[in-house]
């Protein structure tokens, strides 16, 4: 099960656990990032006896110097915690690589305050609108054709008004 956890963890840089399991995950994590710092041959393998998918490790080698490059020994994992699961009340966390994309805030995208939507004004219809001096003559397009041009607007006719009954 930690197997697949790991490698679910470097595939999609967090995951969504409880907090036991992100704790016993962080040292096989932290444990593969200083392999793939080394980045010889035999940290390639001793990785691949860990991580089932070849393109992982790969991906893994590939970024880990210069992504974890700064650390000095340790800390390429970050636990945040959520709080209790619904179902059997077990405690929550995110494991996630440092440095991932956007860091986990600890909210869900969707709740929070919505800001108000932009004021957008409309066009006067009566002001002209002149066309620039540098314009080529090749940019101003042809009169479109009649058949393409909108019906004119007929006006509304009131009705007279209706007689009363006697």
Do not use: C
Not at 34 to 62: N, Y
């Amino acid at each position: 099960m930690l197997r697949n956890m790991v490698t679910s963890l470097l595939k999609h840089e967090r995951i969504h656990t409880t907090d036991t399991r992100a704790k016993v995950l962080r040292g096989w994590v932290d444990h593969l990032i200083t392999l793939a710092r080394r980045g010889d041959l035999h940290a390639r393998r001793q990785a691949l006896s860990i991580v089932p998918e070849g393109p992982v490790v790969h991906k893994l080698f590939a970024d880990a110097k210069e992504r974890f490059g700064s650390f000095t020994k340790g800390g390429y994992t970050r636990i945040v915690k959520l709080g209790y699961r619904p179902g059997d009340a077990a405690p929550m966390s995110v494991i996630e690589l440092v440095g991932a994309p956007e860091p986990f805030s600890g909210k869900k995208a969707g709740k929070g305050k919505k800001e108000a939507a932009p004021v957008v004004k409309a066009p006067e219809a009566a002001a002209p609108q002149a066309e620039p001096a540098s314009a080529a003559p090749e940019a101003v397009a042809a009169p479109a054709a009649p058949e393409a041009q909108a019906e004119p607007v007929i006006p509304a006719v009131e009705e007279p008004p209706k007689k009363e009954a006697e």
